[in-house]
C-alpha cells in the first residue's frame, strides 16, 4: 500500500486491512475476494468495478475491470492491476505470487447463488467460506476518520430538517415536498444513493408523509411505510394532500462521502391533539433513558427488550414500532456505509455495544387513521452512553399556515 487520498488516507485502509486480515487468521482463511461495492468501497476506497484480494499475510491486490484508471486515482493501494476477464482472476493472482488459496472466503450473504457456484468452479482447488459476519464486525467499529465523516452527514441532516418548515403548505402533496426536499438535499452534497446490503431492500432518500398516510404500513423493515406513488414502489411520500392539524413524519437519510446519517423529525402544521403530542413526549423519554443505558458492554437484544418496557410503562405497548402482529422488532440500527449495519437493537440480538459504533435509534409509536410520532438521531457509542450526532430540536416543530 501507498500514499492516501481524498476519499480515504492510506493509513484509515492499512487499517482495516490488518483487521480483516486478524479475523481471517482465526478462521484460518488463506485469502478473501471482496467482491460487494460497499465493501470494496471499505477495504479499497473506489466503487469501481473491481475485485479485491486480501491474502491472509501481505500487500491486497485490486484488479480492475472498469474503470481502471478512476480506481488507481481514488485507492491508495499500491498493486492495482487492470483485469480482461474475472476467470484471468487465478491466473493474475498466480502471477502476482500468490498461492491458490485453500479455503477463501467471499462475503456469502450477498453473493447471489449464480456466482456462488462460478467462484466454486474458478477456486475449485479450494474451498469457499463465508467472510461476511466478520466484515460487518469490522464495519460496525467506526475509527476516528469515520466518526468525523458522520459529524458531517449528521450537520446535514440538521440543515435538511431546517429546511422542512419553509417547504410545508396546506394542500401540497407528499412527494411534492419531497421532490423540492430532496432537492435542496442534492444542493448541499447528497450522493443520491443509500445503500442497504439486505436482499431486496431499498430506499429513495426516505420517507416524507402526513397524517394516516405515514401509518399505512409496507414491506420495508421499517415502523412507518407510506403509500408512495404507485404499487411498484410501495413506500414512501404518495399524492396525498398535506393538511392542517396532522403529523408529518420526515424520515431522511443524508448521505455524504459515503457515510450515512438517519435523521427523524415531526412537524405539522397548526396544533397536534393531545394524544399525539403525549406519545411524542413519551418517545423522547425512551429516547433519552436509552442514551444513558447504551453504554459499551450492553447486550443489543437486551436494550431492545427495555426499551419496549420503557414504552408499555408509558402506555404504548400497542403502538411502539408498529401495531399488530406485523410490528418490527428493532428499535434501532448500526448506520455508516450503509443504511443496516451492525449492531440491531433488536430482539434476540446477542452482539454487545462497543465504544465507536454509530446507531440510528429511533423510538416511534404508529396511531393508523392518524399518524406517527416519534424521534430518530444517529449516535455515537461512547464510555458514558450515546452522544447525539445531529443536533437541532427533537420536538415537534409547528408550523404557521
Known sequence: ???????????EIERRILLLQEAMQKKDVDGVLVL??????????TSQQGYLYVPVEGRPLLMVFRDFGRAVSE????????????KKIPQ????????????LGMELDVLPANLYFFYSKLFEQGSITDISTDIRLIRAVKSEFEIGRLRQSALLS????????????????EVEVAGELEGYARSLGHQGIVRMRLWGSELFYGHLMSGSAAAVPSYLSSPTG???????VGQGAGFKKICRNEPVLVDYVFAFDGYISDHARIFSIGTLSADLLDAHQAMLEVQDE??????????????????????????????FMGVGE???RFTGHGVGLELDEFPFIAKGQKLELQAGMIIALEPKTIFPGKGVVGIENTHLVTEKGLESLTKISDEITVVSG
Do not use: W
Open 290 to 319: 436509552t442514551k444513558n443505558l447504551a453504554k459499551p458492554g450492553m447486550v443489543t437484544g437486551e436494550l431492545y427488550e427495555m426499551m419496549v418496557s420503557m414504552a408499555l410503562k408509558r402506555g404504548y405497548g400497542d403502538h
Open 158 to 173: 440538521d440543515k435538511v430538517a431546517a429546511k422542512v418548515p419553509e417547504l410545508l403548505v396546506p394542500g401540497k402533496t
Open 36 to 45: 460487494q461495492k460497499t465493501d470494496l468501497f471499505y477495504f479499497a476506497a
Open 326 to 328: 406485523k410490528r418490527i
Open 1 to 11: 500500500m501507498t500514499g492516501g487520498n481524498k476519499i480515504a488516507p492510506f493509513s
Open 92 to 103: 493474475l493472482l498466480s502471477d502476482h505470487g500468490y498461492p491458490p488459496p485453500r479455503l
Open 226 to 232: 407510506g403509500e408512495g406513488v404507485s404499487g411498484f
Open 75 to 86: 485507492s491508495p493501494l499500491a498493486d492495482i492491476v487492470s483485469l480482461a476477464s474475472v
